[in-house]
């Protein structure tokens, strides 16, 4: 009886442990994931992709990682497809959005209405759309 429930007391550390850094993991995976992706991409300039940068504000992260996603998929012919389809499910988790939510929290002044369409943010070249991608996920790795 007391050995259960020390076990069980001992499942829940464990747990409560393993819960803490399950965001910062999925956001390093995903760090990961974007740069050995820059690595297969071929780059040329003839590939434009949206840009959402690097300046989102808090309420428009959900929108602007729909852009994202949405531009990686035109990446899928010029670099590694099944790559391409991990990022884009990584980029889709709940951890990964609540951590990049985290960045800039004195911007509470934020409309959801005023998020900028994908259609909207400047056409890049992908080598561009790789770099800003990149340090928005090492901003929010190193939140
Ligand atoms: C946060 O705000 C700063 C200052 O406006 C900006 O430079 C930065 O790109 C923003 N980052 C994110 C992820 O919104
Ligand atoms: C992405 O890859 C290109 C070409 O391989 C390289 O020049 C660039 O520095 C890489 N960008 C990042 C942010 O790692």
């Known amino acids: 009886m007391q050995l259960t429930f020390l ?3 001992m499942m829940c550390c464990a747990l409560a442990q ?3 850094p399950l965001r910062d993991l999925t956001m390093r995976q995903l760090y990961l994931d974007v740069k050995k992706l820059n690595k297969t991409i071929e780059h040329h300039g003839s590939l434009t992709l949206k840009n ?3 300046d989102i504000k808090d309420c428009c992260i959900t929108s602007a990682l729909q852009c994202y996603r949405s531009q990686v998929d ?3 012919v ?3 497809a099944l790559l391409c389809h991990k990022v884009q499910r990584s980029l889709r988790k709940p951890h990964i959005f609540e951590k990049l939510k985290g960045i800039n929290i004195s911007r509470q002044d ?3 209405n005023q998020c900028q369409s994908c259609d909207s943010y ?3 070249d992908s080598k561009e759309f790789m770099t800003k991608l990149i340090s928005l996920l090492e901003m929010a790795n190193s939140n």
């Open 7 to 9: 076990f069980l007391a």
């Open 18 to 20: 393993a819960a803490m």
């Open 52 to 54: 959402p940068g690097t």
């Open 74 to 76: 035109l990446l899928k």
């Open 78 to 80: 010029s670099s590694n």
């Open 110 to 112: 934020c409309q959801k």
């Open 122 to 124: 400047p056409s890049t």
